[in-house]
C-alpha cells in the first residue's frame, strides 16, 4: 500500500482589512496574492474523474480529502478539501491499484513476455501494455485511468525540429540525445511487438507505431513513481523501479515552489510494506529544466584577446583543474567557478605563473579584477540579447503556427525564466563592477 504523509504542514490563509500603505502591508497583499494564485478550480465533478473514482472504489479505495483541481501555471493537480495537520495521512493507496511490472506479466501479455529471448526490459513491458490497453479502448478495464492521462506530452523528444532549435544549446543537445534514445528503443523493440501479433486483428505496425510507443514512453518518465521491484527472470537485469500510481500521480507543484516556503516539504512519501517509494524527475516541468543559465569554456574564450599567447595553457589548466563545467549565471549572480575561470583567463602575461593563487580565490591584482568582471558582463548582457531575439522570435512564431502553440509555450516558458536569471545576475554584476571600480 502506498501512503502520503504530511510533514510540517502549515498553510494559512490571513486577512487584514485595514488598508495599509506601508512596506508590512505591500507584503501581506503579496502573500494574499501568492495564495490565491495558487488555489485550484475543483474538478470533481468532471466526467473522467467521476469514472476514476468508481474505477478506483472497485480496486478498495475511496478517498475524501482530496479532490481533483485545474491550478494556474500547473495544470491538472490534487488539492485539499480538508483542513490537514501535521503527520496526517493525505492518501493511502493499495497495491490493487498500481499498475506495475507485475501487472504485466499477469496479464495475457505474460506468455509473450516469458518466452521473449533476450528478455525485455522493464520499461519495454510497461510501455507495450500501456500501448495495447489504449488501443483496446472501451474494452480496456484500465479505460478509467488511460482516460485522464494526457493524450500528448511536451517532453523534448516530443518537441518538433524547429521549436528545438529555439530551446537554449544545452537542451537542444539533451533533446536531441533523447530523441535518439527513444527511437533506439522503438526499433530494437519492433521485432518483439511483431511477435504480439496473434492477440491482434490489425496489423502490429498500426498498433505499435513510434508514435504511440512515444506516448507510453513519455506517460512512464513523466507519471511513473519509484517502487523497486524483486527481480525476474522474464525481464532483463535493469533496475525495474516504476509504477504507475493512479490518482496518486495527479500530485503536482508549483514551478516557483522554491521560492514559497508555504510549499516547501509540502509531502513525504512513505511505503508500507514496499520499500523505496520517491517522486521521479518529471521531465515535462519546465522550470525543473533549467535553474541556472550555463556557458561552456568554448564561450568564455570567444571574448578573450586572440594574441594571448598563453591562451592554450590557460585553458588546459582549466581543463587539468576542472574548471571548465558549472559555469552558470544563477539568481544570486555568476557563480565562483565562473568567475574564477575568467579570471585565470584574463591573467596579464606578466601574473601568469599566480594561476594557482587565482584557483585558490586570491584577488591577483585590479586589473585583473576589473577586466574579468568587465567580460562576464559583456558575456551575460550578450545572453540576454540572445533571450530576448528568442523570445520574439517566439511570440512570431505563436502568431503564424498554431498547431505548435503547446510546445512554443513551453519553450517561451524557459526563455522567460532564462531571461529572469541573467538579469538577476546582471544586477549582481553592476554592483560588484561599482564595488571594484
Not at 480496486?59 to 503527520?87: C, I, Y
Not at 496489423?203 to 504511440?212: G, L
Not at 574548471?323 to 568567475?339: H, K, Q, V, Y
Not at 509555450?409 to 522567460?416: D, K
Request: proline residues 6%; hydrophobic residues 40%.
Amino acid at each position: 500500500m502506498l501512503a502520503l504523509q504530511t510533514r510540517g504542514l502549515r498553510r494559512s490563509y490571513s486577512v487584514n482589512m485595514q488598508k495599509g500603505r506601508g512596506r508590512t502591508s505591500r507584503i501581506r497583499r503579496r502573500k494574499r496574492s501568492n495564495g490565491s494564485q495558487t488555489r485550484g478550480v475543483n474538478e470533481s465533478y468532471k466526467s473522467e474523474f467521476i469514472d476514476l473514482q468508481k474505477w478506483l472504489k472497485g480496486r478498495k479505495f475511496e478517498d475524501k480529502n482530496l479532490a481533483p483541481a485545474h491550478f494556474p501555471g500547473t495544470g491538472r493537480g490534487l488539492m485539499s478539501t480538508v483542513s490537514l495537520q501535521e503527520g496526517q495521512m493525505i492518501i493511502s493507496l493499495p497495491e490493487s491499484c498500481l499498475l506495475t511490472t507485475d501487472t504485466v506479466i499477469e496479464s495475457y501479455l505474460g506468455p509473450y513476455i516469458t518466452k521473449w529471448k533476450p528478455p525485455p526490459s522493464p520499461l519495454l513491458a510497461l510501455c507495450t501494455f500501456l500501448v495495447s490497453e489504449k488501443h483496446a479502448g472501451d474494452r480496456s478495464p484500465w479505460k478509467p485511468y488511460l482516460e485522464i492521462l494526457p493524450k500528448a506530452y511536451t517532453c523534448p523528444v516530443c518537441l518538433e525540429p524547429e521549436v528545438v532549435h529555439l530551446l537554449p544549446k544545452p537542451l537542444q543537445m539533451k533533446a536531441e540525445e533523447q530523441r535518439a534514445r527513444v527511437w533506439e528503443f522503438f526499433a530494437s523493440s519492433r521485432d518483439f511487438f511483431c511477435s504480439l501479433q496473434p492477440l491482434f486483428v490489425e496489423p502490429i505496425d498500426s498498433i505499435f507505431s513510434y508514435s504511440a510507443l512515444l506516448w507510453a514512453w513519455c506517460t512512464v518518465n513523466t507519471r511513473a513513481v519509484y517502487l523497486r521491484r524483486r527481480p525476474r527472470e522474464c525481464l532483463s537485469a535493469e533496475p525495474d523501479t516504476c509504477a504507475l500510481a493512479p490518482y496518486l500521480d495527479l500530485l503536482n507543484h508549483s514551478p516557483h515552489a522554491q521560492k514559497q516556503r508555504l510549499m516547501r516539504k509540502l509531502v513525504v512519501m512513505k511505503l508500507e510494506r514496499l520499500q523505496g517509494l520517491e517522486n521521479t524527475k518529471r521531465f515535462s516541468s519546465a522550470t525543473a529544466l533549467m535553474t541556472t543559465s550555463g556557458c561552456s569554456w568554448k564561450i568564455l574564450v570567444k571574448y578573450l584577446p586572440p594574441a594571448d599567447k598563453q591562451l592554450n595553457k590557460k585553458v588546459a589548466i582549466l581543463k587539468d583543474r576542472g574548471f571548465i563545467e558549472n559555469l552558470t549565471f544563477g539568481w544570486d549572480g555568476p557563480s565562483w567557478r565562473l568567475l574564477t575561470a575568467l579570471k585565470l583567463l584574463c591573467l596579464e602575461p606578466e601574473k601568469f605563473t599566480f594561476w594557482k593563487k587565482v584557483l585558490l580565490g586570491e584577488v591577483i591584482s585590479d586589473t585583473n579584477e576589473k577586466t574579468s568582471l568587465d567580460v562576464t558582463r559583456k558575456i551575460c548582457c550578450d545572453f540576454i540579447e540572445e533571450a530576448c531575439s528568442v523570445l520574439q522570435k517566439i511570440s512570431q512564431m505563436k502568431d503564424d503556427s498554431v498547431a505548435l502553440l503547446p510546445q512554443l509555450a513551453l519553450v517561451e516558458t524557459l526563455w522567460m525564466e532564462e531571461l529572469q536569471i541573467l538579469r538577476a545576475s546582471a544586477e549582481v554584476l553592476g554592483t560588484l563592477h561599482t564595488t571594484v571600480t
